[in-house]
């Protein structure tokens, strides 16, 4: 099997800043009260024109141009979110269209936050087998839209973003060094939108129920949270062969201060080694880790030879984790 690593990254935020104070006029909740127990301080909120499919164009461009291909190298656009364009097509077909990735195969993941762990991890076997060379994947999500502004327990979590990242085949050792993925169905209420689908096609009862909007049991995600993004760390580490001293960066999923202070604490990483955009951003679901990674690698704050850990969690329940040798 070939080694996979990381060919360039790219990102790209909507303009308009929403900060806490404006969620004051919006719902009964305090800046401080939003600061102290999740440490986001501002978001980012999509233009009305803007879907998650320009927000992933965007940033899959700019990973592109910092790879140095050109879109019709591409074999494969893979696009993880939670908040699609539409049903149908695949929000992965309309990127690769708008790039002009024409010879691409392209589908969506929808792991909820763990969509772009998730498209790594299977955009990595393609390039492992050599039945591909060049895949983007991008994360990306308008949560703005599907969540709901009359509900304090989640509007003032979530922001809208997009990250992306060109895998390749790598030598010496580098890339990617181990992939750790889960899932407990079990956890599936703990975080959902019960209406709209299948299950709970939409109709003017569900619409009333506002049960087309995000429902979230923020105890029950922040317990599973706390534990899952050691314990996948761990299992990352464990698999690659690495210590906990190995890794030189911590890239967590961004939900909440508090988790990733847990986290940080039980691997022993000092915090100066730790990408946190969440005060920034708030939570971006599956764009959160790609934005992460491609701001700390053009600020330089990771550099070639570090050993990066990437940990994401979110609903499914989900979780996957990544050891990254840069
Ligand atoms: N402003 C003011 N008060 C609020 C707000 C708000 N925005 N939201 C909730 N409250 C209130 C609650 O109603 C509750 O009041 P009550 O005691 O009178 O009922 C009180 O604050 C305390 O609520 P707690 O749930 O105890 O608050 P907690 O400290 O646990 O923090 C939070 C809540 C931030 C949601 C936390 O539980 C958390 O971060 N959970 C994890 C969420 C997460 O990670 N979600 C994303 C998963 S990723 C994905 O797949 C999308």
Known sequence: LRSVGFWGTGSYLPER?????ELESIVDTSDEWIRTRTGIHERRIAADHEATSDLAFKAGEKALEHAGLSA???DLVIVGSCAFDMYLPAT???VAERLGAKKAAAF???TACTSFIYGC????QFIATGFYNKVLVIGAEVMSRIIDFQDRNTCVLFGDGAGAAVLGPVENGKGIRSIYLGADGSGGPSLLVPAGGTRLPHSLSTLEKREHFVRMNGSEVYKFAVKVMGDAALEALDRAGWKREDIDFFIPHQANQRIIDSSVKKLKIPMERVEVNLNRYGNMSAASIPVALDEAVRAGRIREGDRL???GFGAGLTWGSLAVHW
């Open 17 to 21: 800043i929403m900060t806490n104070k």
């Open 72 to 74: 019709e190298e591409i």
């Open 92 to 94: 992965a077909c309309l």
């Open 108 to 110: 969506d993941v929808e």
């Open 121 to 124: 991890a299977i955009g990595a």
């Open 309 to 311: 850990m990437l940990v």
